[in-house]
């Protein structure tokens, strides 16, 4: 009788196709992070239909700066100086209309105070003055 012994071969895997694979997880990993994922709403901003142009009498115009300073007329206010300065300036002229200026580097927790102090005195008409780059 022969006796046929076969061979066992340790299984191994071929270097050749490892590297194929390993190229082409390199392509997969490559186009899966070249997709979008950021989702973005299309906003379209309003415009004006027409310019309006404001009187120079019954304006107040409060400026905050960088550092959270709140300016009325030139002057550094305190949040209860601009609530009374404020409500002055609409006893004295109910038509007032109120511009805040900031400058883009102003931080908006010193804009949003202001809003808030006019939030509190209910007034709902103000205006944002932005400057254009030139």
Do not use: C
């Amino acid at each position: 009788m022969i006796k046929i012994e076969s061979r066992r071969r340790a299984p191994s895997a071929p270097l050749s196709a490892m590297s194929d694979i390993g190229f082409l997880l390199l392509i997969f990993i490559m186009l899966i992070s070249l997709i979008n994922y950021r989702k973005e709403v299309k906003i379209e901003y309003p415009e004006a239909s027409q310019i309006e142009r404001t009187e120079a009498d019954h304006q107040l115009e409060i400026w905050i700066q960088q550092d959270g300073a709140v300016l009325v007329d030139g002057h550094n206010v305190s949040s209860t100086e601009l609530e009374n300065i404020i409500v002055d300036a609409f006893l004295e002229q109910a038509d007032t209309r109120i511009h805040i200026l900031a400058d883009r580097r102003t931080a908006y927790k010193d804009v949003e105070h202001v809003i808030k102090i006019l939030q509190t005195l209910q007034h709902r008409v103000v205006s944002f003055v932005v400057k254009e780059d030139l």
